[in-house]
């Protein structure tokens, strides 16, 4: 098999190999004329050259197995496809036409290749039928016609909305939006990433529009999809594709590939200060709602097709801490420590000094201040953890007071 990797319209390499242990991404020298030389368009991690080094073959393999789904998700849609587990290119020529960023995947020797992408009009029944069976037709890729792949294990669905309605994307038509049904074990947690967006929007590290919508009385969380801007694909890569970290290793506990300063190390090598300091704030929101799950896959960069780099959105933002299952640790440890309900600002501080953050006092007070403000007016959904207000706030006194975040 021999997939092509076209970026911006331009087929910038090839993902060639017998098989899943030895398959790796050729550029093209074309990508280099369009892109230029040593272009960090596609990743940071794979710069546009005309002969990538063999040694780093591993560390591409493993960023496009970043593009896969996990869980439950992809065990359906490997048996729906009949592809082995570990076959990276085999699944992405069965679904990589419509993945995070801009990314289209497609093999070259499939005759019925370039696919002509459409959509299959949805009513809000078909919305709800297809929400409460993610599994049936996992990320709502319609049967020998979807090529959609996106990361994480929650179920979900990925539609495009167009002119108001929705559709089923067929083909390799970019979707626009992602929506999350409410969990059965965990029914409030769709609105309490509502809320969490909310919130991150309001603090400026956030554009795009999430909300509660309800398909023939199924409530959903709706998330505009903030790598598609105008119907058209943005690439992004998240931040273990970036630092080569594979699955769980985006834990910082589990193999100890990443952490908050090797993300801050990697803005500062290929972004600048400005991002860096949107990443602290994304940080202390973070710690002071609660998101334990702020985990590097939760964490990105966008590359436009002028090859700029920059700090993604603050998304999956999602106050857990109130969860019964929850262990009360941090995905990414700061100062070294992961226990959520153990941490004071000066914790928070003394990482971002690590980072090369400079002042980083003023800031931390800033951002806290300003979160304090907002959710104070910002009201959570009915439907949200009952005390998820409250519990935000004594989070955030607690912190500008000087006390450990859990301190009652």
Aim: glycine content about 10%; charged content about 25%.
């Amino acid at each position: 098999m021999r997939l092509a990797v076209e970026l911006y319209a331009t087929v910038i390499g090839h993902l060639e190999g017998q098989d899943s242990r030895s398959f790796d991404f050729v550029g093209v020298r074309g990508a280099t004329d369009v892109f230029g030389m040593n272009s960090r368009v596609l990743s940071v991690a794979i710069p546009l050259v005309r002969a990538l080094p063999r040694h780093h073959a591993v560390r591409r393999r493993n960023w496009f197995g970043e593009l896969l789904p996990e869980g439950d998700q992809l065990d359906y849609m490997l048996a729906e496809g009949g592809i082995r587990r570990g076959d990276t290119p085999a699944f992405l020529g069965r679904y990589g036409r419509d993945v995070a960023g801009a990314l289209q995947i497609w093999d070259v020797e499939d005759p019925s290749e370039p696919r002509s992408p459409g959509l299959l009009p949805l009513d809000v029944r078909g919305v709800r039928d297809l929400l409460e069976h993610p599994l049936q037709a996992p990320l709502a890729n319609a049967p020998g016609l979807g090529k959609s792949s996106l990361g994480g294990v929650q179920p979900k669905i990925v539609l495009a909305r167009i002119d108001g309605g929705w559709n089923q994307v067929i083909g390799g038509h970019p979707s626009t939006h992602i929506l999350k049904p409410q969990l059965e074990k965990k029914p409030t947690v769709i609105f309490d990433e509502e809320y969490g967006s909310r919130l991150a929007r309001g603090l400026g590290l956030a554009q795009f529009d999430t909300r509660i919508e309800e398909f023939d009385g199924l409530p959903a969380l709706v998330i505009e999809r903030f790598d598609r801007i105008g119907g058209a694909r943005v690439h992004q890569e998240d931040f273990n594709q970036a630092l080569g970290a594979s699955g769980n290793q985006k834990y910082q506990e589990i193999g100890g590939v990443v952490s908050l300063e090797r993300v801050a190390q990697t803005l500062r090598s290929y972004a600048g200060g400005a991002d860096i300091r949107s990443l602290a704030r994304m940080t202390t929101l973070g710690l002071a709602i609660g998101n334990l799950d702020m985990h590097t896959k939760n964490l990105g960069l966008l590359h436009p097709a002028s090859g700029d780099v920059s700090l993604a959105p603050a998304y999956d933002v999602v106050p857990m801490s109130h969860h019964a299952d929850a262990d009360g640790k941090l995905a990414l440890a700061i100062n070294k420590k992961y226990r959520h309900a153990d941490l004071v600002a000066d914790d928070l501080i003394t990482e971002l000094r690590v980072w090369g953050v400079r002042r980083p006092e003023p800031l931390v007070r800033e951002a806290l201040e300003e979160l304090q403000a907002l959710v104070q007016f910002e009201v959570p959904s009915d439907s949200a953890h009952p005390n998820l207000q409250e519990d935000i706030l004594r989070f955030v006194r607690n912190l500008l007071d000087g006390r450990a975040i859990g301190a009652r």
